[in-house]
């Protein structure tokens, strides 16, 4: 794990706020984490991997930032991807901005992808980024607004031929995006893609 947080500006606004990341335990999803409680945060984070995720509420602890709470969950399973919302809300208070950072860029190619192979993509790629803004929004519309930040991918917009079923979902969070933008934000709630260069994690 790595610590990058010890020169970061420090925006008021984030002190206290209730913040949800998917994915939070490894990559850029720990950076969140480590960002917004250095901030002051209010973290609460899902994850599959545990271990990892338990070092990294540990070792925020250690640093005197707010500890996050972290809540074990597969994001495949939609059910409990809503419980862990509810948990949030009731640790942290009303949710004020979602990270939907999960996913998985696991190679494959067209003829090897099989019906289970293509669900599977989809579930850990695209569906929970959905459930997630659908289970928060009654908290941020309760609010008078929030924000939804979900992850893409420029696999699509330069035709990465390595996963296209990780493309194919990504290409899709990209439109999901926009149909969501326009349905929250006459309730004050911005929904915005997201889409990062080549990070090595
Ligand atoms: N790293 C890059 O270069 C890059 C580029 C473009 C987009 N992205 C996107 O940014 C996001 C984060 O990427 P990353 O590189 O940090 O990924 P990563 O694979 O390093 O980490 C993803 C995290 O999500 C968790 N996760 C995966 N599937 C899960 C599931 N079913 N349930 C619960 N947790 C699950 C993993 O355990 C891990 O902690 C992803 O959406 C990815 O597609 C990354």
Redesign the pocket.
């Known amino acids: 794990m790595s610590d990058e947080t010890g020169s970061c500006a420090i925006y008021p606004s984030l002190r206290g706020r209730s913040v949800f990341i ?9 950076s969140l984490v480590r960002h917004f409680c250095a901030q002051g945060s209010r973290v609460a984070f ?4 545990v271990e ?2 338990r070092q990294l509420v540990a070792a925020v602890a250690a640093q005197g930032h707010p500890e996050p709470l972290f809540i074990p ?4 399973n939609v059910e409990a991807l809503q419980a862990a919302v509810e948990q949030a809300r009731d640790r942290n208070g009303p949710i004020q901005a979602l990270c939907n ?5 696991d190679r494959h190619q067209t003829a090897d992808v099989s019906v289970a192979y293509w669900d599977d993509r989809m ?3 695209l569906r ?1 980024q959905f459930f997630a803004a659908q289970a928060v929004r009654p908290q941020m519309k309760a609010l008078g607004g929030g924000s939804i930040i979900n ?5 699509w917009m330069v035709g990465d031929p390595d996963c296209p079923a ?1 493309v194919t979902a ?1 290409a899709a969070v990209y439109g999901m995006t926009r149909a969501l933008a326009r349905e929250l934000g006459p309730e004050r709630i911005r929904v915005n893609c997201m ?7």
């Open positions: 998917t994915g939070g335990g490894s990559g850029i999803g720990e899902v994850d599959m991997a990892p995720s969950c597969d994001l495949r950072n999960a996913g998985n860029d579930a850990v790629n929970h992850f893409g991918s420029i696999t990780y990504k889409v990062p260069g080549w990070v090595m994690t």
